[in-house]
């Protein structure tokens, strides 16, 4: 067993799925529809599900911003495993911010900057992390709010999605 040699005094920037701030926001609450254990992670884009209004699932290639739910929050339901990760389970009740500001999973290949155009990845393992690299998925109404805090997030604001 190893023994921790070192501290860091400073409180992280930022947590995947949380509030950025105090500004207004909208959250509804949704079902997580994915089989697999811990595949939806807060932070990430969420689309329409198999029930609309009901359910969310992770982005896949055919899906567009037509489908875009909003971003997963945390604060509903989550459970810690033995690891020390929070987890969202199948079937599970999370929130989804429809518009708002929120630190958001990104593509770990990416460096946003303040204003610059939000995209969700629609395919392959990073399928559901945002990115400013609009080749990589479809656009969201919103914008990255800062550069990258602790990890691969970055806080976003989503717009009302229905006023693209």
Do not use: C, H
């Not at 994915?34 to 359910?55: R, S």
């Not at 875009?68 to 509903?76: A, D, I, K, S, W």
């Not at 080749?135 to 969201?140: D, E, K, S």
């Amino acid at each position: 067993m190893s023994a921790q040699t070192t501290y860091q005094y400073q409180t992280p920037k930022g947590v995947a799925g949380g509030l950025f701030d105090i500004s207004p926001y909208s959250i509804d609450s949704r079902l997580n529809a994915e089989k697999g254990y811990n595949t939806l992670k807060f932070g990430m884009g969420a689309m329409q599900g198999t029930t609309p209004g009901v359910d969310v699932l992770i982005p896949v290639e055919s899906d567009t911003a037509a489908t875009f739910e909003g971003l997963v929050l945390t604060g509903f339901t989550s459970e810690m495993n033995m690891a020390g990760e929070v987890q969202v389970f199948s079937g599970q009740t999370v929130g989804i911010l429809r518009w708002g500001k929120a630190w958001a999973r990104i593509d770990p290949d990416v460096t946003p900057q303040y204003g610059e155009s939000l995209y969700l990845i629609n395919e392959g393992a990073k399928a559901g992390l945002f990115t400013n690299d609009e080749t990589a998925g479809f656009a969201v109404n919103g914008r990255f709010m800062g550069t990258v805090g602790t990890g691969a997030i970055a806080p976003v604001e989503l717009y009302n999605q229905k006023n693209v």
